[in-house]
C-alpha cells in the first residue's frame, strides 16, 4: 500500500488525478489530505471539515475488468467497506443511496467517484472519501452532519481508522469485485440502506409523496413503490428524502 500525505490541498480528487499524469501509481495508492480548500462531494456539492480534524483521502484503482454499466459496484462496494468499519465503533450505520454514510438521520462519511472511461471500459477510478471523526461543531449549512467524536464523546486515531478503512476496502475490491462475488456486494448495499423498510416522504419534482425502497438497479437507479403501488424509478437528485 502505498500511501502519500500532504497538508493541504483542494480537493484529493483533483491532487491525486494531477499526480498520475505526473506519473504512473500503482492501484491502491491512497493521497491523503489534512485539510481541503474546495472539497467537493456528489453533484458539486460543497464537502466542509475542519483542518487535522477528519479524514480526507482519495483511493485509486484500475478496475478494467468493469464495464460503464457496471460502474455502480464501485460505490456499493466502497459504502459497504467504510460501513463495515464503522460498524465496529458504533451501532445504527446506514447507507443514504447513493452512497453516503449516515448515523441514524446524520451524514457522517461521504464518497465521491471519478471515472476514466475508454471503450466502454473503466480505466482507473479515483475514489474519494470523507470521514467526520474529531470535529465537534458544523456550520448551519449542513445540518445534518455528525462526528465520530459527538457519538463516541472522545478523540479517533485518525491513523489508525484510514488503515482499517483502506484494508478494507482493498480487500473487498480484491475478494468481491476482483472475483467476481458481485451478487454479494449488491445485497449487502441492499440490506444496509438507509429507511430500506416501511413507507417514507420523499420528494420529487412533482412534490412530497409517500414510498418505499424497492431496489437500485446496476447503473445505481433508484426504484420507489408508493402507496398506490405505483413504481416510480429516479437517477440521483431526482429525488430526496424528506422528514
Keep these: 500500500m502505498n500511501i502519500i500525505r500532504i497538508e493541504e490541498t483542494t480537493s484529493t480528487n483533483v491532487e491525486l488525478q494531477q499526480m498520475m499524469v505526473d506519473g504512473y ?16 462531494g456528489q453533484a458539486g456539492s460543497f464537502w466542509e471539515s475542519e483542518p487535522g480534524k477528519n479524514l480526507l483521502f482519495s483511493i485509486l484503482l484500475y478496475p ?10 464501485l460505490s456499493e462496494l466502497t459504502a459497504n467497506s467504510i460501513k463495515q468499519v464503522l460498524d465496529n465503533y458504533i451501532d445504527h450505520i446506514t447507507i443514504k443511496w447513493p452512497n453516503d454514510i449516515y448515523y441514524q438521520d446524520k451524514k457522517i462519511a461521504g464518497i465521491l467517484i471519478e471515472n476514466e472511461i475508454s471503450e466502454n471500459k473503466i480505466k482507473q477510478s479515483v475514489i474519494g472519501i470523507g470521514i467526520n471523526v474529531n470535529q465537534e461543531i458544523f456550520s448551519d449549512k449542513i445540518p445534518e452532519a455528525i462526528s465520530l467524536k459527538q457519538i463516541l464523546g472522545g478523540e479517533i486515531d485518525l491513523d489508525l481508522l484510514l488503515d482499517e478503512i483502506v484494508n478494507q476496502l482493498l480487500s473487498d475490491y480484491e475478494k468481491k469485485l476482483i472475483d467476481g462475488e458481485w451478487d454479494d456486494v449488491r445485497q449487502y448495499y441492499h440490506d444496509s440502506l438507509y429507511r430500506k423498510s ?6 420529487d419534482e412533482n412534490g412530497k409523496f409517500k414510498a418505499r425502497i424497492d431496489s437500485v438497479a446496476d447503473d445505481g437507479v433508484l426504484s420507489l413503490v408508493t402507496e398506490t403501488g405505483e413504481i416510480r424509478p ?3 437528485k431526482e429525488v430526496s428524502y424528506d422528514r
Design 25 to 40: 501509481l500503482e492501484e491502491g495508492t491512497v493521497l491523503v489530505a489534512g485539510n481541503q480548500t474546495s472539497g467537493r
Design 64 to 73: 478494467e475488468f468493469l464495464n460503464l454499466k457496471q460502474r455502480f459496484l
Design 198 to 203: 416501511g413507507m417514507h416522504v420523499f420528494s
Design 234 to 236: 429516479y437517477l440521483f
